[in-house]
């Protein structure tokens, strides 16, 4: 089985941060854009047939998982 990728959008000094197995994958001002860029690398990986779990910084650090 292949172990999925896990991408998450956590906070970052003022602004939200995009990581993934691999490292960063970006910066953004706001959680929406964030979450968005954390969906489009998520979809292109599985487009590459890898599973993929995105997880989202609640307010209090937890992650969740982030509905697709």
Do not use: T
């Amino acid at each position: 089985m292949v172990q999925p990728i896990s991408v998450a959008v956590v906070r970052h000094q003022d602004g939200w941060r995009v990581v993934a197995d691999g490292g960063p994958v970006g910066q953004y001002g706001f959680q929406v854009d964030a979450e968005e860029a954390a969906l489009r690398f998520a979809r292109a990986s599985e487009g590459a047939g890898r599973p993929v779990e995105v997880l989202l910084q609640q307010p209090h650090g937890e992650l969740r998982p982030l509905s697709k």
